[in-house]
């Protein structure tokens, strides 16, 4: 069974800021873990993926995410935060390359202020 | 590429009706389609997996003749929520399977708010 865990469910930053979202995942295989976002009312994004190549994975939007083994960490991070960032993010992990089937966490939801 | 269209995106229906929804792939063939529903401020939860040609595989508690899902061709899937109460108003997201470039991914259509009064 997998499982992933988002720690804060409402993140706030300042524009121009660094943006932390942090996820914890669990599994029994190696994983592969993926973070998406979501504007209001609309469907899920991809920003990045992990599928056991390098462990600092880039993204869109000027995002990364680091796979740390040791933590079972997929924090996703942008060094400088944009108004247009806000939205809701969701860190999902999967058993398989292919992202057939996903696991999601519970969502964090991410306001900038001006 | 790898375009996935919901239709419609919006709808109200009264309690009792049956609503189907439309997912598809408009740029690549998915032999495998997803179906999530989403409460306000909560996550995704996965209610089936749909294989074109074959009976869709539902998650554990979710009612099979209330949500009948229907994958006719490797771009096209439905979901049809039957004897629609309010309770089943939610936002509903599909999915497509696909490789492409090499490389496997699941793409994300933009949802249908679905609204039972």
């Known amino acids: 069974a997998q499982s992933v865990t988002q720690l804060g469910s409402h993140v706030s930053v300042s524009e121009g800021a660094l943006v932390l979202l942090r996820c914890n995942y669990s599994s029994s295989v190696p994983p592969y873990l993926f973070w998406y976002v979501q504007y209001p009312n609309q469907g899920l994004q991809l920003l990045l993926k992990?599928?056991?190549?390098?462990?600092l994975v880039k993204g869109i939007n000027g995002f990364e995410a680091e796979f740390k083994k040791s933590e079972t960490s997929f924090h996703l991070t942008k060094p400088s935060a944009h108004m247009s960032d806000a939205a809701e993010y969701f860190c999902a992990v999967s058993d398989s390359g292919s992202a057939r089937q996903l696991t999601f966490g519970s969502g964090t939801q991410l306001t900038v202020l001006p | 590429g790898a375009v996935v269209s919901q239709h419609p995106s919006r709808v109200i229906c009264k309690s009792g009706t049956s609503v189907k929804i439309e997912c598809r792939s408009l740029d690549f063939q998915a032999t495998t389609m997803f179906w999530y529903r989403q409460f306000p401020k909560q996550s995704l939860m996965l209610m089936a997996t749909s294989n074109e040609g074959s009976k869709a595989t539902y998650e554990q508690g979710v009612e099979k003749d209330k949500f009948l899902i229907n994958h006719a061709s490797l771009t096209l899937s439905t979901l049809t929520v039957t004897s629609a109460h309010p309770e089943d108003s939610s936002f509903y997201i599909c999915?497509?399977?696909?490789?492409?470039?090499?490389?496997?991914?699941?793409?994300f259509g933009p949802g249908t708010r679905l609204t039972v009064l």
């Open positions: 992990y599928t056991s190549a390098a462990t």
């Open positions: 999915s497509a399977g696909a490789s492409l470039a090499g490389k496997n991914e699941q793409f």
